[in-house]
């Protein structure tokens, strides 16, 4: 329990610190420190103790209860960092004065207790603020209730603050303001609940330091860079984050310059043409003991240059710029040399070729790719001194080849590319030559003689020829019924004057068969069928799928275009096409009628 004379010596206490801060604050700011803890670096440990002052509030078993208490604080805190580290804190409270707890009379309320938790600060240049969270143990007791411990929260902030008037060591803790939540049970009968604001100030020693110190930096620079034999040129050294207090040594060794200074003048007058490099360094340490304890050093570079002459200069251009392929253009260069030496051209193209010598030349766009074409002139001197400079011309792409002439967009047009649809199992096996009936043969010779006379326009051309079964028989069977029908097809085709060379036949069986949706989507579509007729054929869908899917597709090669599936519903022979059986089956039939 605190005193009233250790009372009266913290209070004193916290009345310098107080007033200490004006004049800190009016002080030149405290140089950079070496050593652990200093100036720049953040401090790696806190050890804080100071004068606090507790204003207790809380309801102890119904009963409101308010308590002024003075005391003593401290506590310890690690950073990892410059910003974050933990904290253990303890505290010490009382009150001798009267409370209204109950009646008038001496309390002797105490409150103390230990806490630890996560502190956060933000090192500024003199000052530092912190906010801490931090949970923990207090004690708490008066005359009227045993003491007791229990549970409490804290949560608050302070600055501190670095004066020159004390040890870089030292900071002193401007304010801590934090707010306390506590529980406690007075167990059996009584439960307390309070909550403190509490006010805290005093000083900070500060060890070890959560960051190295700042390296030591130089750099090195010519001025100017590049000059002629004779001129002069400055080599300058700047160091930064040097120590005031310690000694700093440069030195500079290169072409022309060796001297421990940190600026110096290169003669250049015996030195060749070509790039230097000077070696700049700078050691900082105390005075007088170089070699008895490492010295923190830096080192850099400056180069310059050395002209022996300017080299020369060229432009250069080409007339005329557009070209047709083949077509030639003149190439123009005019070179200057700034000391009057003679000069020597020559020419390159991306594409094409340049020939000529001297500042004019020709330019050929044979063999060159359309677009523009860079073409390069270059000039060199009897030194060896060079210069490069372009122009461009632009090679225009040849004329397209002609497009399709009038007559064959309408042969093409008027090609009549229908599928051609054969009877039941037809052609047979035994009788290749037979299948076609007179409407089917009727579509191809129109074809014939239209493609010939395509031919005559597009030698190139050639029809594709595409075979189908339906579904009825192997896999085997159908296959060879559908090379059957292209070939007799093709057979067709070349008995109307079509060459063998100009048809290309391919059978598929039954593999790319038309679906019953598709069947009835052509129906719907065809142009030859009226209402009726339409809805006749559909209510025979089964039979007219089969019918579909026994055809030789025709394509046209130069374009693409593939015929129409149109079946000849209203031709003389349809019903012969759209019998399912075949004609040698109803003859073996005929007997048992």
């Known amino acids: 329990m605190i005193s009233r004379v250790s009372r009266c010596v913290l209070q004193l206490f916290f009345i310098v610190c107080v007033f200490a801060i004006p004049l800190g604050m009016t002080a030149q700011n405290s140089a950079k420190q070496n050593d652990n803890g200093g100036g720049d670096s953040p401090s790696k440990w806190d050890i804080f103790a100071g004068y606090s002052y507790l204003a207790s509030h809380g309801n102890v078993n119904g009963v409101n209860f308010r308590s002024i208490n003075w005391g003593g604080i401290g506590s310890v805190t690690r950073y990892f960092n410059k910003n974050v580290g933990v904290q253990g804190e303890g505290d010490y409270h009382n009150d001798n004065n009267e409370s209204t707890i109950t009646s008038p009379g001496t309390t002797n309320d105490d409150f103390s207790g230990g806490s630890g938790g996560l502190v956060y600060r933000l090192p500024l240049t003199d000052a530092t603020p912190f906010f801490h969270a931090l ?55 009584v439960r307390g609940n309070f909550n403190s604001p509490r006010l805290s100030a005093g000083l900070v020693y500060r060890i070890g330091s959560v960051a190295p110190p700042t390296p030591v930096t130089l750099a090195c620079s010519a001025a100017p860079a590049s000059i002629f034999p004779g001129d002069p040129v400055t080599i300058t050294a700047t160091a930064g984050n040097l120590e005031p207090k310690l000694h700093a040594v440069y030195s500079l060794a290169g072409p022309g310059v060796a001297v421990k200074d940190a600026t110096a003048t290169v003669a250049t007058a015996t030195l060749a043409p070509g790039s230097y490099t000077v070696n700049c360094g700078v050691k900082e340490g105390k005075p007088g003991k170089e ?50 030496r003679p000069l020597t051209y020559t020419y390159s193209a991306a594409s094409g070729s340049v020939s000529g010598s001297g500042a004019s030349a020709t330019y050929d766009s044979t063999g060159a790719a359309t677009g523009a074409v860079d073409i390069t002139c270059n000039v060199s001197d009897d030194k060896g001194q060079t210069a490069t400079a372009s122009t461009s011309v632009t090679i225009a792409p040849p004329p397209p080849p002609p497009g399709p002439t009038p007559e064959q ?32 043969e009727e579509t ?50 070349i008995e109307q004057g079509i060459s063998d060379a100009s048809i290309q036949t391919e059978a598929f069986g039954s593999q790319e068969e038309l679906t019953e949706a598709q069947v009835r989507e052509l129906i719907e579509k065809n142009p030859d069928l009226s209402d009726a007729e339409r809805s006749k054929i559909l209510h025979e869908l089964t039979v007219i799928v089969l019918a579909q899917n026994r055809r030789v597709d025709i394509t046209l090669s130069t374009t693409g275009q593939q015929s129409v599936r149109l079946y000849p519903f209203n031709a003389a022979d349809s019903l012969t096409l759209l019998d399912k059986k075949s004609p040698a089956s109803r003859k073996k039939a005929a007997p048992r009628k």
């Open 135 to 189: 949970v923990g143990a207090e004690h708490v007791g008066s005359t009227y209730q045993n003491d007791k411990w229990g549970v409490v929260l804290t949560i608050g902030g302070g600055v501190d603050y670095s004066t020159p008037l004390l040890n870089h060591r030292l900071s002193v803790r401007l304010f801590q303001v934090d707010y306390q939540y506590t529980h406690e049970n007075f167990a059996p009968e």
């Open 291 to 340: 070699g008895a304890q490492p010295w923190e050093s830096a080192s850099s570079t400056a180069s310059f240059t050395v002209k022996a002459f300017e080299p020369p200069t060229i432009g250069c251009s080409a007339t005329p710029t557009d070209l047709k392929p083949g077509d030639k253009a003149t190439v123009s260069a005019s070179g200057v040399s700034p000391q009057n």
């Open 409 to 440: 967009v309408r042969l093409e047009a008027r090609l009549a590319l229908r599928s051609v649809f054969f009877p039941t199992a037809q052609p047979r096996a035994n009788k290749p030559d037979g299948g076609l009936v007179a409407s089917q």
């Open 444 to 493: 191809l010779t129109t074809l014939a003689t239209d493609f010939k006379q395509y031919l005559q326009i597009k030698p190139d051309a050639h029809l594709i020829l595409s075979g189908h079964a339906d579904v009825r028989g192997s896999i085997e069977y159908n296959k060879a019924l559908s090379e059957r029908r292209v070939a007799r097809a093709k057979q067709f085709l």
